[in-house]
Nanobody, 126 residues
């Protein structure tokens, strides 16, 4: 069992930056691939970023490539999402998720993840 708690969301002006954190419970964190997703009301949850168990491999949605960076600190049981050059269209609830994922192409799908956090709101004003 893995419990995930996101933090770091808030209100920021366009062009600004935020860093989201996702703290995981349990001693098996390093065996899980991690993903970041976001959702706005009335829309499906969409993939933002993914990171492999070691942190060597990362994956990003086209809409955030070059602006967002995912990293992880396994000894601290924490994964991060650094968000730069934020745009109003980045406004959403952001979720982290953990799953046993072995293929890069699988990071993009919500059903590949077993555990989810409660989400943290990110609002970007224009």
């Amino acid at each position: 069992q893995v419990q995930l708690v996101e933090s770091g969301g808030g209100l920021v002006q366009a062009g600004g930056s935020l860093r989201l954190s996702c703290a995981a419970s349990g001693r098996t964190f390093s065996s899980y691939a991690m993903g970041w997703f976001r959702q706005v009301p009335g829309k499906e949850r969409e993939f933002v970023a993914g990171i492999s168990t070691s942190g060597v491999s990362t994956y990003y949605a086209d809409s955030v490539k070059g602006r967002f960076t995912s990293s992880r600190d396994n000894p601290k049981n924490t994964v991060y999402l650094q968000m730069n050059s934020l745009k109003p269209e980045d406004t959403a609830v952001y979720y982290c998720a953990a799953g046993k994922i072995y293929y890069g192409g699988d990071y993009y799908y919500t059903n590949e993840y077993d555990y989810w956090g409660q989400g943290t709101q990110v609002t970007v004003s224009s």
